[in-house]
């Protein structure tokens, strides 16, 4: 007998599958509540059916002309069914009919069994990423840079500017601002005559963490850091960064005490027409 399967709009029924399967992801992140999923995520998560029994989910976003996949996700009863494909195909479907035209994701580097699937759709990998996770008390090891900077929100009207600058892609700063919340800093050069960007990240306190996390260069990671530490809680032990294909970034953190979480590669390519 054929197995049915069916892709379900993500509604409020779905939170308890949604813990369920995105701890498989193995990212170690503090859990949403029902109220901030249904807000932030559900809109633009989807979950696969098989035999009436949900069995997968997917997570992402349309930006413009291009797509972000978040989380592709197989519960460990259903591998092996094909179902990693099933869901690669619904993130397609989704993102042509939005007008996308390529798509992008982050992959564990040693995911043998994921990075054959995403070549098959098209995919290759861009760059290396790391995510790392660093303690208040090591901000103090990072360098100390010369440059007189400032922590300041970055304005939706600026996007643009920082984006091209930092090689962001386009709405990707828009879609972080709308949430509860969540901030989008950049550190700038004060003696700069328009203050000059010298960084651009994501910041979400009750996380904590950032990403995107972009700097001019590794040395003004403290500078960035610092001002962030503030408004975390008390007893916060860490504040996560992601870093993106820039390795002395990462060298630079992880040599003051920053905790390696994830080792990846971003993967691009165009969606396929069916």
Known sequence: MNATLRALRAEARHYDDFVHLSAQLGSHDPVPTPERWLAEMAGDSFFLELDGRVGAYGYGQALGRSAYVRHVVVDREFRGRGLGRA????????????????????????????????????????????????????????????????????????????????????????????????????????????????????????????????????????????PMLSALASDAPWIQVGVERDEPLARTLLAAGARLQLDLVHMRGPIPSE
Do not use: K
Request: proline fraction near 6%; glycine fraction near 6%.
């Open 87 to 226: 869901l690669m195909r619904e993130h397609a479907r989704r993102y042509r009919a939005a007008g996308c035209e390529d798509w992008q994701l982050n992959v564990l580097r040693d995911n043998a069994v994921a990075l054959g699937l995403y070549r098959s759709l098209g995919m290759e990998i861009e760059y290396a990423s790391w995510v790392v996770r660093i303690a208040p008390s090591d901000v103090a090891n990072l360098p100390t840079s010369p440059r007189a900077t400032e922590l300041r929100t970055l304005e939706a009207r600026d996007d643009s500017r920082v984006e091209q600058s930092f090689d962001l892609t386009p709405g990707l700063l828009a879609t972080f601002r709308s949430r509860q919340g969540q901030r989008v800093v950049e550190l700038i050069d004060v003696a700069a005559p328009n203050g000059g960007a010298l960084g651009v990240a994501r910041f979400d306190p009750a996380y904590p963490g950032c990403f995107p996390f972009r700097l001019a260069d590794p040395s003004l990671a403290r500078a960035f850091i610092t």
